[in-house]
């Protein structure tokens, strides 16, 4: 008899996408956890562990979880984004501005980032501020709304 082999990290990753995207958070993050204890530099399952912690109103966790992914691959406008999102969830509403300053000024043709921003500065009582990020996020891209600021669906990579 031959022994089971585990999973390979992408079949367990798909999966732990299709979980989190039928919003079956606890077993997406239970996924991703397992996938993180075979290979702990997987930056992708890292993001997607935060996008369900997120999803999961986990907001100080998913802190985390986008730390780590950050701190993997730093010009990462994406995770940068969704960080900065976490942040205000978790009422780190300075760092969060600060986060997503960064990230737009790495990438300023980022409507959706400036969005976030937008919404940062806002929390944070800088009301003009956010008002020139949006109209500026609006220039980029006249399709956005604040509806497509909502949490992305986690990536397959």
Do not use: C
């Not at 390979?8 to 798909?14: D, E, K, P, R, V």
């Not at 912690?53 to 950050?70: F, K, M, S």
């Not at 205000?88 to 409507?111: C, I």
């Amino acid at each position: 008899r031959r022994a089971q082999m585990a999973p390979s990290l992408s079949t367990q990753l798909n999966l732990a996408v299709r979980h989190a995207k039928r919003k079956e958070y606890d077993e997406a993050i239970r996924l991703y956890r397992a996938i993180l204890a075979r290979d702990g530099t997987y930056s992708n399952a890292w993001f997607n562990l935060g996008n369900a912690l997120i999803g999961n109103n986990q907001p100080a966790e998913a802190v985390t979880a986008l730390r780590n992914a950050v701190e993997l691959e730093p010009s990462n406008t994406k995770m940068l984004r969704v960080l900065g999102r976490a942040l205000l969830l978790d009422r780190k509403t300075g760092e969060a501005v600060q986060v997503l300053e960064n990230a737009v000024a790495s990438d300023p043709a980022d409507a959706r980032l400036r969005l976030e921003l937008a919404k940062a500065l806002k929390q944070a009582g800088r009301d003009n501020e956010s008002r020139m990020e949006l109209s500026k996020a609006r220039q980029l891209n006249p399709g956005l709304s604040d509806s497509n600021a909502e949490i992305p669906q986690p990536d397959i990579q």
